[in-house]
């Protein structure tokens, strides 16, 4: 592709017969507003956008990472154009920001990890990754501390030793989570082929009260979906101190390893 324009990668799938999925994103818009279209090659397909290279080269793109209106209107349009066409086949997820120079460049990197792609593509056909959060409130956990420690007639020393006692309930209380959020995730990995265990969100942006004891990503056939949801409702009744958010069903993102090579 020649002219003033780079080439944003969503997703990679294979390639379909002629006529089939290029109109089924036919209207399908990305991150820059630009239509959505197919390069295909080596038995591949990757879902791309053509944006103007001014607006996308390393400085500006710097500059729009740093614009949280800008990078929450690209990431939802990034991450929409993957969920559509995942409607459409198997697709292994590409990370936001993935940018070729041009389709040629493109089309090399289908060839060069060709066998990659087309592994990881056999290994999530039929399956849906599910995302389990679970809170708890510490309150359930930390039991009321004594009111009386013996510090005999040492105010300093009384307070030091509630100030201990406090800590060690709080870390014994934070065992305890951590022990129902391991029971939780083994009864939910049964019901998978892979799992994926993420950091705790930042209590600001996610906007919820109390620990995160567990972020983890699940690999479900989806055959077994009902299953798999059917024991998340059994878990939230099973353990009513434990707030459990299921959310999904979403393509791999969590279980495809995106191409690694220079654009």
């Known amino acids: 592709m020649n002219g003033p324009d780079s080439t944003w990668l969503y997703a990679v799938m294979t390639a379909p017969s002629e006529g089939g999925a290029p109109a089924a994103l036919t209207g399908v818009t990305g991150v820059a507003g630009e239509p959505v279209r197919l390069v295909v090659g080596s038995g591949l397909a990757a879902v791309v956008g053509s944006v103007p290279r001014g607006d996308f080269d390393e400085d500006a793109l710097r500059d729009h990472l740093e614009d949280l209106r800008w990078l929450e209107r690209a990431a939802r349009a990034h991450h929409r154009v993957i969920n559509e066409s995942a409607r459409h086949g198997q697709v292994v ?30 290994r999530v056909t039929g399956r849906t990754e599910w995302g389990v959060k679970a809170y708890v409130d510490p309150r359930a956990f930390v039991p009321a501390a004594a009111e009386d420690t013996d510090g005999g007639d040492r105010p300093g020393t009384a307070y030091l030793m509630r100030r201990r006692a406090q800590r060690q309930e709080r870390e014994s209380a934070q065992d305890r989570a951590a022990a129902r959020a391991g029971e939780i995730h083994t009864a939910l990995a049964g019901r998978a082929v892979a799992t994926a265990a993420h950091p705790p969100q930042d209590t600001a942006l996610a906007a919820y009260e109390g620990w995160m004891v567990l972020n983890h990503s699940y690999l479900v056939p989806d055959t077994a979906t009902d299953g798999f949801t059917a024991t998340v409702d059994a878990l939230r009744e099973r353990y009513p101190d434990i707030t459990l958010e299921l959310s999904g069903p979403w393509p791999p993102y969590s279980f495809t390893a995106p191409p690694e090579v220079t654009p």
């Open 93 to 122: 997820p590409l990370r936001f920001a993935t940018l070729y120079h041009d389709d040629e460049r493109v089309r090399a990197m289908l060839e060069e990890r060709r066998d990659d792609l087309a592994d990881t593509l056999a």
